[in-house]
């Protein structure tokens, strides 16, 4: 790296250019990160500030209102939507934002002008405690930067969550399962669940409403637990929620041969860094057996990855191996990603880093 490049502060809005010097646009520079430069614009000289924004943010919200009735989406992903470093969850009236660049962290003022120029929400929750910070040099920390942190509703698939900006995962919600919650709500009725990494039970409950015989949610976070359990409750509906390891748990299920009709598994990811991708690999495989292993004849199985870093094709693979080794067949009946709100950049395939497979075992 050229000297003067890198004396610069990390963050630095710069004009990108080939080595011939045609420029390549606008974009933000970190000499301390394995990615030097993110785009922001095609153009050089490109002025990022208010206006900036707001035309990235109106261009993002017409599209998630062209896909949603009701204001709770995922409102900017990232690259995904020409904002690399920003991840916006709206829940109504609150945004909740996430930054995990030195480039955006540099641009938050001009940022949350903009957010109130265009969605004007009463509450701006910053998330800014993502482990992904510290690659970036960047502390990290929770505050509003507007209103207030606390528990909100979640409307999805036209059921209603519960979600805590504060300390709830990630944003708070995992709306980029969205199209997978519906789904497999559309195989519930009269059929038993296991909701394994439930969290706040967004396939569970919506499989208790869809008419589930029975509804099993196993995760390690009890305020994930509890949430849960409050969500089904306001949903009229019961779940039964277990604090627990999902490969301790499920081993112990194994062992005590009980079944479920339909069995769900969306793991944090399992493959953080390329180095993790052969032990990630084998954690997928046995994750797929254990699964299997619980589901009745004639059941269906979820599994899901929501690793960057883990391309779809060997998940499938080591999917199939998982299946296979529990002694059981089946087909691939669907296999999906990221619901719309979650734009994938063309050029950046592991912006689509979620794969969920969904097997009718034999
Ligand atoms: N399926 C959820 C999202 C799951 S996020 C939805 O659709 O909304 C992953 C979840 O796995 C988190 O709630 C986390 O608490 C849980 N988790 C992480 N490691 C775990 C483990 N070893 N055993 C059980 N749960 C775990």
């Known amino acids: 790296m050229n000297p003067a490049a890198k004396a610069l502060e990390p963050g630095t809005v710069v004009n990108v250019a080939f080595d011939d010097g045609q420029p390549l646009g606008t974009g933000y520079f970190n000499p301390k990160s394995l990615i030097g430069v993110r785009l922001l614009d095609p153009a050089p000289d490109t002025v990022i500030g208010t206006g900036f924004f707001v035309r990235k943010i109106e261009h993002a919200l017409k599209l998630r209102e062209a896909l949603f009735a009701r204001p709770y989406y995922r409102l900017v992903h990232a690259e995904g939507d020409g904002l690399p470093g920003l991840t916006l969850d709206r829940f109504g009236e609150t945004v909740v934002a996430q930054i995990t660049t030195a480039g955006m962290e540099k641009l938050i003022d001009p940022l949350l002008a903009a957010l109130e120029k265009t969605v004007a929400p009463a509450n701006v929750i910053l998330r800014n405690d993502a482990p992904a910070r510290t690659l970036e040099g960047l502390d990290e920390y929770v505050r509003a930067a507007k209103g207030t942190i606390g528990r909100v509703a979640v409307e999805e698939n036209g059921l209603r969550y ?31 669940v296991l909701d394994a990494y439930s969290y706040s039970g967004g396939f569970g409950i919506a499989c208790a409403k869809a008419g589930a015989s029975e509804v099993v949610c196993v ?14 409750a306001a949903n009229s509906v019961a779940i039964k929620p277990v604090k627990a390891d999902v490969f301790e748990e499920l081993e112990r299920l194994a062992l005590a041969k009980e079944r479920f009709d339909i069995v769900i598994a969306d793991p944090p990811p ?5 180095k993790d991708l052969e032990p990630g690999a084998k954690a997928y495989r046995k994750l797929a057996r254990l699964c299997a292993e619980v589901t009745a004849p004639g059941g269906f199985l979820l599994l899901a990855s929501c690793s960057h870093n883990m391309p779809t094709d060997r998940f499938a693979a080591e999917c199939a191996a998982g299946i296979t080794r529990a002694g059981r067949r089946g087909a691939l ?15 950046l395939p ?13």
């Open 333 to 347: 009946i669907r296999q999906a990603s990221a619901g719309p709100d979650h734009p994938v950049h063309p050029l």
């Open 219 to 232: 995760d390690s976070s009890a305020p994930a637990l509890a949430l849960a359990e409050e969500s089904a």
């Open 270 to 274: 399992f493959v953080r860094a390329r």
């Open 350 to 362: 592991e912006t689509a880093y979620l794969k969920a497979l969904v097997y009718a075992l034999d």
């Open 162 to 192: 519960f979600a805590d900006l504060g300390s709830g995962q990630k944003t708070g919600w995992y709306y980029d399962q969205r199209d997978s919650h519906a789904f497999m709500a559309g195989l519930a009725k009269g059929r038993s």
